[in-house]
């Protein structure tokens, strides 16, 4: 797949902290969701912009804001506005080619994951960038486009599961990163089936080339540009043990011989998953 443009260039000249989109735009418009909770209570909603996640006043002890989509500066600059985020995150939040890490600022932490799809129809990995904002009593989560990763910990504040409506905020941000983790799992057992396909696919139905057939002589390989005999009896001595040009020579006659396909400008090579022990040029 090719590698969208980073268009790094946009930001030449500019001081550090300017808001400015970096990487490949993933949705139309940014979707926002909040779920406001603490002990025993839980408000969901949906919010028509990021004006209104800028100026929505929490019911309950914690709020989770989610936001989709990252392509608009002034519409994260309200909301780092709102939550009194630094210049530089806000940067960053918009930088979709940024590593994993956490940055510490006085009120909250700054913290960057990756999450991960793959599709085997043709092989493709998709890296998607993942920005949380860890405060006392808040967590913004930035994401580039939906997906279902943060779907079990939504499930678990639905149900009160494990008691995660009374936890504080660094439980929830727990939660999402334990979240991010075990959806590698799935990437790495769907990359794994693709591997054992094609081992398969290119083992268990080889091509005309390494196909065999029984003669008299031994196993003969079709399709020969040249031909070369292995002796059977492994004490058949060998004059020489690297190929020249005239072939490789034994001193002795082979009980068995077999006649192997060699269909390139290099045919010892193609043969080499033999045992080069004693070869006879003809």
């Known amino acids: 797949m090719k590698k969208p443009k980073k268009l790094r260039s946009l930001k030449a000249g500019m001081p550090p902290g300017s808001p400015v989109h970096i990487g490949e735009t993933k949705t139309d418009k940014p979707s926002i969701s909040v779920l406001d909770f603490g002990p025993g209570a839980l408000i969901e ?24 989509g990252l392509q608009d500066p002034a519409a994260l600059t309200a909301i780092g506005a709102a939550f009194h985020l630094h210049p530089l995150v806000l940067e960053d939040i918009l930088n979709n080619n940024q590593r994993q890490k956490v940055d510490s600022y006085d009120d909250y932490l700054y913290v960057v994951l990756h999450r991960y799809e793959v599709s085997t129809d043709p092989l493709n990995l998709v890296q998607d960038q993942i920005s949380l904002i860890i405060g006392t009593d808040y967590l913004l989560s930035f994401q580039e486009r939906q997906s279902r990763t943060f779907e079990p910990v939504r499930q678990r504040l639905r149900s009160d599961r494990a008691n995660l409506r009374s936890a504080a905020s660094d439980m929830l941000a727990y939660s999402l990163f334990d979240s991010v983790v075990d959806s ?5 057992e769907s990359l794994d089936d693709y591997a054992e396909r094609l081992e398969v696919e290119i083992l268990g139905h080889p091509g005309p080339t390494v196909s065999k057939t029984s003669t008299s002589s031994g196993v003969v390989f079709p399709n020969c540009a040249a031909t070369y005999i292995r002796c059977a009896n492994s004490s058949a001595p060998c004059i020489a043990n690297t190929p020249t040009s005239s072939g490789r020579k034994s001193s002795s006659i082979c009980a068995m011989s077999m006649t192997i396909p060699c269909t390139s400008s290099n045919p010892w090579m193609i043969c080499a998953n033999w045992q080069p022990d004693c070869w006879t040029f003809i």
């Open 184 to 188: 590698y799992f799935g990437v790495i």
């Open 45 to 68: 909603t949906g919010l028509p912009d990021t004006a209104s996640l800028a100026s929505y006043v929490r019911q309950n002890s914690v709020l989770w804001g989610n936001i989709y």
